[in-house]
Nanobody, 126 residues
């Protein structure tokens, strides 16, 4: 079973930055779109952003546009989420996901993702 692994979460004050990473030690991500989602306590899973197979296309939720950036290094089999100007409302468990479908674009819907990580906690204090 494909189990992605997130890292880089933690606690930060509002206005600060964190960078999350997503990796799998054995499979190759190269041909597949990937994404980030988050879930705050008592709320539904929320789309954060997605990146296509080679990083040429990205898409973001309006709530994070201009503050978050997704990138990937296929040579290292790793995807990143750079989070800047963090706000208390960004507090959530963040999950990375892999859509096991070869295509040119990004994937927005969580239902289309096939594999997920266990999540990493991000806490932003005011």
């Amino acid at each position: 079973q494909v189990q992605l692994r997130e890292s880089g979460g933690g606690s930060v004050q509002a206005g600060g930055s964190l960078r999350l990473s997503c990796v799998h030690p054995r499979i190759t991500f190269t041909n597949y779109p990937m994404g980030w989602f988050r879930q705050a306590p008592g709320k539904e899973l929320e789309f954060v952003g997605s990146i296509n197979w080679n990083g040429s296309v990205t898409d973001y939720a309006d709530s994070v546009k201009g503050r978050f950036a997704i990138s990937r290094d296929n040579a290292k089999n790793t995807m990143y989420l750079q989070m800047n100007v963090l706000k208390p409302e960004d507090t959530a468990v963040y999950y990375c996901a892999l859509d096991w479908t070869q295509k040119l674009g990004v994937t927005i819907s969580g239902d289309e993702y096939d594999y997920w990580g266990q999540g990493t906690q991000v806490t932003v204090s005011s």
